[in-house]
């Protein structure tokens, strides 16, 4: 089956204590990004990856950092979380290419809170 | 910003057709529109896209107009499970940015 799997589901941690929020597809894709979700705020973009070793920055990169060594994963840290990075995070996947099958396949989402 | 403009929220009552438009006016030719949505705070799921042709799959139709500058995804018989909130996004790469969306009520 077709997924993109996060870990952990629901995390609360203390301030600046580094924490890593996994994201991994099992469908061969090339692109995968973070968002994250704040009530009135939508779902916000954080950082992409078209490829392994290739990242960039989204709309709201502060206080974050990915990596890509393997093309199925692509986790999200936080090496010193603050209450403003409570939110609830999101990791997508898709085919490079825009056309036909590229629609982007989300994970279950990982509602964290930053105490 | 987001390139779209769509409503706030709207009611559907269940058994009948969902219409969803969406403003797309500063679309240009290499942009497809994409539709998804979230239900509660569950991952966005993808619904259908297309380019300049209207499409159809086993979830909704996507109705759009010749100019490109609006879209309406078609729901042809709401249920309750529909009710969400639908994002339409206008997306040439992978810069996939959401909008504000639309809350859909589908009403027994």
């Known amino acids: 089956e077709a997924q993109v799997t996060q870990n952990p589901r629901y995390l609360i941690t203390v301030t600046g204590k580094k924490l890593t929020v996994t994201c991994s597809q099992n469908?061969?894709?090339?692109?995968m990004s973070w968002y994250r979700q704040d009530p009135g705020l939508g779902l916000r973009q954080i950082y992409y990856s078209m490829n392994v070793e290739v990242t960039d920055k989204g709309d709201v990169p502060e206080g974050y950092k990915v990596s890509r060594k393997e093309k199925r994963n692509f986790p999200l840290i936080l090496e010193s979380p603050s209450p403003n990075q409570t939110s609830l995070y999101f990791c997508?996947?898709?085919?490079?290419?825009?056309?036909?099958?590229?629609?982007?396949?989300f994970g279950q989402g990982t509602r964290l809170t930053v105490v | 910003d987001a390139k779209t403009t769509q409503p706030t929220s709207m009611d559907c009552a269940e058994g009948r057709a969902a219409n969803l438009p969406c403003n797309h006016s500063t679309i240009s030719g290499n942009e497809y529109v994409y539709w998804y949505r979230q239900i509660h705070s569950q991952g966005p799921q993808y619904i259908i896209h297309g380019l300049k042709n209207n499409e159809t799959n086993e979830m909704a139709s996507l109705i759009i107009t010749e100019d490109r500058k609006s879209s309406t995804l078609i729901l042809p018989h709401a249920t309750l499970r529909d009710t969400a909130v639908y994002y339409c996004?206008?997306?040439?790469?992978?810069?996939?940015?959401f909008g504000a969306g639309t809350r859909l009520t589908v009403k027994p």
């Open positions: 469908m061969n894709h090339e692109y």
């Open positions: 996004i206008v997306r040439e790469a992978n810069d996939m940015r």
């Open positions: 997508a996947s898709s085919l490079h290419r825009v056309g036909k099958n590229t629609e982007a396949f």
